[in-house]
């Protein structure tokens, strides 16, 4: 499977706890985003990162909220404290430069207790 | 301002009816990108179709057919002898010419009733 993979698939703790999520994009894909889904809404654009740079940040990710792609291969999203609104489905994706296209991985649920 | 509108939040067809699902959009590019993904109850976004601006030409593809139509600003979605597989929720998106933002309609959930 050569797809977008993210680990882990979910993932409940106490709020108040930090907690990691990893994103391995496609092999050959250079742009990787951040997404978080809310229950009934589509996806909201969190960061991307264009290889090992971070180019863009929403207003949603607070200070709470980390974001790196080392060596610009897989990323990881930190979220430091997390408070029971930070519950959501957190999506990732990746696309090359001229495709536009951005493939979605299978993403991550996480629940804050 | 970048938006995307799906007004149909919830359709239930009866198997191997036609259905159309509904996108408007909002963008003072000229130059964007249009979308529809798919989501299952798996979780995982699967990517449907790409639009640019200025291709308005309808396309096919197997019973799914896309309607974009400019002057309404409209980029509908068809789904032709519809089955229970098709069940899922589909989302409409938008993007500007860099594709670093994607902006996602609150999308539509489809039943298929078998």
């Known amino acids: 499977d050569t797809g977008v993979s993210q680990d882990p698939r979910h993932k409940i703790t106490k709020r108040g706890q930090n907690v990691t999520f990893r994103c391995d994009p496609i092999s050959e894909h250079n742009r990787l985003y951040w997404y978080r889904q809310t229950l009934g809404q589509g996806p909201e654009f969190l960061t991307y990162?264009?290889?090992?740079?971070?180019?863009?940040k929403s207003r949603l990710l607070s200070d709470r909220f980390s974001a790196e792609r080392p060596k610009g291969s897989f990323s990881t999203l930190e979220i430091q404290r997390t408070e029971q609104g930070d519950s959501a489905m957190y999506l990732c994706?990746?696309?090359?430069?001229?495709?536009?296209?951005?493939?979605f991985g299978p993403g991550t649920r996480l629940l804050v207790l | 301002a970048q938006k995307v509108t799906q007004a149909q939040t919830e359709i239930s067809v009866v198997e191997k009816e036609d259905v159309t699902l509904d996108c408007v959009y909002e963008?003072?590019?000229?130059?964007?990108?249009l979308f529809w993904y798919k989501q299952p109850p798996s979780g995982e976004l699967v990517f449907l179709i790409r639009r640019n601006s200025f291709d308005e030409q309808n396309e096919i593809s197997g019973r799914y057919s896309w309607n974009f139509q400019k002057s309404t600003s409209s980029f509908n979605f068809t789904i032709t002898a519809s089955q229970v597989v098709d069940s899922a929720v589909y989302f409409c998106?938008?993007?500007?010419?860099?594709?670093?933002?994607?902006?996602f309609g609150t999308g539509t959930s489809l039943t298929v009733i078998p």
């Open positions: 990162f264009q290889n090992e740079a971070q180019l863009e």
């Open positions: 994706a990746s696309s090359l430069d001229i495709s536009k296209t951005q493939y």
């Open positions: 998106a938008l993007s500007d010419n860099t594709g670093n933002q994607f902006y």
């Open positions: 963008t003072r590019d000229t130059t964007y990108y």
